[in-house]
């Protein structure tokens, strides 16, 4: 069935949105749409550029019925915490909130991007058991940080700027390492949750990195998918070790978003389907 969008949006129909800056490119109506669509709610979901000095009154305009909520991406995840009335316990200790639930007027703050990574490693068929190293300390390493040590995982933080590892690992637990003092021959994950390697084939997060040190049955995840495949990733393959790309979390975090919003487990396949062909 067709759902007709320009009756959702000037309609009671529900909506939510995305606030980013830039906003653009980004990958959420996709998915959110076809989720919508699946689900056969008639409702719409819109990127919509806003920049930071706007974002006090997009927020408080969230509180209209019919309003479902939003995400946030860059640069909004942080600075949006003091205009919520409530956080979970992942958006606090994350301190980064990419999802807005609006229930009768009052606004939840939420971070699907922990459980929506964790989703993605176990689909992934990542080890559950041994030290994790996550590269990177910005906001995308603090949700990796704080899932993977909720499960219980050892994690490692290697980051290029270590005083920001070790002010990450001082407030969410974990360790901050320098690459030549980690036991790689342990790390049976590696997760990039640096952005290097966005949308440049030629950058890696680790220059001339053995990757046969790690365990044979370690999983490489790289947070970025764009491109496809990575240097990151390229360079594990060839040493004969599995590597991901981020579609997975991408499509797992608005996965639990729209469920937030409206209660729909929506298949990940649909998300995925939405995604097919934007990393080429
Ligand atoms: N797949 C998904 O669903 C998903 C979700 C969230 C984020 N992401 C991706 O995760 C990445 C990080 O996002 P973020 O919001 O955490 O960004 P961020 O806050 O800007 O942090 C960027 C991090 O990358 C490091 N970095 C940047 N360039 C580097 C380089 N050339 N070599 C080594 N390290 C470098 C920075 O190190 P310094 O501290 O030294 O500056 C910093 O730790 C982005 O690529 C983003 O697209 C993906």
């Not at 990195?209 to 990151?232: G, H, I, N, S």
Request: proline share 6%.
């Amino acid at each position: 069935m067709s759902v007709d969008h320009s009756l959702a949006v000037t309609g009671t129909a529900p909506r939510a949105f995305l606030f980013a800056d830039p906003a653009a490119h980004s990958l959420s109506p996709r998915m959110h749409n076809a989720a919508f669509e699946w689900a056969g709610i008639s409702g719409q979901y819109q990127a919509q550029q806003v920049p930071a000095a706007d974002l006090p009154a997009r927020v408080e305009g969230l509180r209209q019925p019919g309003i479902l909520g939003a995400n946030l991406s860059l640069p909004h995840k942080e600075s949006v915490l003091p205009l919520l009335d409530a956080l979970s316990d992942a958006a606090r200790a994350i301190g980064a909130v990419n999802t807005i639930i609006h229930r009768d007027g009052q606004l939840i703050g939420d971070n699907t991007d922990a459980p929506g990574l964790m989703a993605a490693l176990d689909d992934a068929g990542a080890p559950d058991r041994g030290p994790a190293a996550v590269l990177g300390a910005g906001g995308a390493a603090r949700a990796a940080v704080w899932a993977l040590r909720a499960a219980g995982r050892e994690v490692l933080v290697v980051n290029r700027t270590q005083a920001r590892a070790e002010a990450l690992t001082r407030e969410l637990g974990g360790r901050a390492c320098a690459v030549a003092a980690v036991s790689w021959a342990e790390v049976t994950l590696l997760v990039n949750a640096s952005s290097a390697g966005l949308g440049d084939p030629y950058a890696t997060p680790l220059a001339d990195f053995a990757f046969r040190q790690l365990p044979a049955e370690a999983l490489v995840y790289d947070m970025v998918y764009k491109p496809a495949e990575t240097r990151l990733m390229r360079e594990a393959r060839e040493a004969g070790r599995h590597a991901e790309n981020g579609l997975g979390m991408l499509a797992h975090q608005a996965r639990l978003a729209f469920q937030a919003w409206t209660g729909h487990d929506v298949p990940v396949r649909i998300f995925l389907d939405a995604l097919a062909g934007v990393t080429s």
